[in-house]
């Protein structure tokens, strides 16, 4: 690909706009089509100076790499509205997938004449240097990889198997995210047993960081607990495939689901206010 060549970036989120950023800081274009997408992604996307399309069809047709970067459980859907365009460029899948998922998705792009590139993002959005890792696998890498190296992203190339970048990135995830949904969820059952003053007495004896961690867990993962539910999902189903017990990660997700109300919330909500959230929507 010619660095003169644009990118379709499917969509300029939270981390999308950052990818969308280190590629215009190596000099590639960067489309986004505003179907369907909200006033914050509009904001994000005009601030970057990323094309807007009116139509995915237009902005695939001046694209030569499709790159997904949308919540989880949106990934297989989006890569069907591309192949539904006869994309036949390169389709790069970022998000936080099973490598079944993933699979799953190159065979449908693959189907419509695109070939898969795999991916797998460690760190937070792109800003700062040494931060963000562009994990990628799949005999095409080569043919991309020199892009993503600009701005604060790192990429690198994992080698082995077409879906490595998705297995490492899940992998990654089920201590983050799973240990995060496993800490919340304990601070909810303590709430519950009317036991938490004891609990933190207790963790300040014996575990002296915790509850500060659970303080810290809540207030940054509460705004984004209705994406992490899909990715849990998906470890499930990736532990499920290899036989290993898979009940904690689909827990982990039904935990992530009670504070799916705080999505879209700017400012991070205090600890009690989470619990109670927690406890407030459980099924009775
Ligand atoms: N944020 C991070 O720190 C981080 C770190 C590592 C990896 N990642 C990965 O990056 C991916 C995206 O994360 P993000 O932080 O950019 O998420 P985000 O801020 O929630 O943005 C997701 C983007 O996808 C769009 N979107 C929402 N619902 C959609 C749907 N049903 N179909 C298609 N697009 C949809 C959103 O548009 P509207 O909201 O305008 O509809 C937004 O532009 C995920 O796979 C995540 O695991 C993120």
């Known amino acids: 690909m010619n660095m003169a060549d644009q990118i379709a970036l499917l969509h300029p989120g939270e981390m999308g706009v950052t990818i969308g950023a280190c590629l215009l800081a190596g ?17 994000r996307a005009s601030a970057a100076g990323f094309k807007t399309y009116d139509t995915l069809e237009k902005l695939l047709t001046e694209s030569a790499v499709v790159v997904s970067v949308c919540p989880p459980a949106a990934a297989v859907n989006t890569a069907k509205e591309v192949a539904a365009t006869q994309f036949n460029g390169i389709y790069l899948d970022a998000n936080a997938i099973s490598p079944n998922t993933a699979i799953a998705i190159s065979e449908v792009v ?72 496993l800490l919340l969820s304990v601070g909810a059952l303590a709430k519950a047993a009317n036991v938490t003053d004891a609990l933190h007495d207790e963790w300040a004896l014996s575990i002296p960081d915790l509850s500060s961690r659970l303080q810290r867990t809540a ?17 499930a189903a990736m532990s499920k495939a290899h036989s290993l017990p898979h ?37 009775n």
Not at 143 to 148: A, G, K, R, T, V
Not at 219 to 235: L, S, V
Not at 251 to 280: C, F, I, N, Q
Request: charge should be negative.
């Open 27 to 43: 000099g590639v274009g960067v489309g986004w089509t505003s179907i369907e997408r909200s006033e914050a992604t509009h904001r």
């Open 110 to 181: 693959e189907a419509a004449g695109a070939s898969y590139v795999d991916g797998g993002i460690i760190g937070p959005p792109a800003l700062r240097q040494g931060t963000t890792r562009l994990y990628l696998s799949g005999a095409r890498v080569s043919n991309i990889i020199e892009l993503f190296n600009y701005g604060a992203l790192e990429a690198i190339d994992i080698g082995g198997s077409q879906t490595a970048a998705s297995a490492l990135k899940m992998c990654y995830a089920a201590w983050s995210k799973g240990s995060a949904a």
């Open 219 to 235: 207030q940054r993962n509460a705004a984004k607990a209705w994406r992490f539910e899909g990715e849990m999902h998906e470890i």
């Open 247 to 283: 009940d904690f990660f689909s827990a982990a997700a039904e935990t992530y689901a009670l504070l799916s109300s705080y999505k879209g919330v700017d400012v991070p909500p205090e600890l009690d206010e989470v619990l109670r959230t927690m406890l407030d929507s459980r099924e």
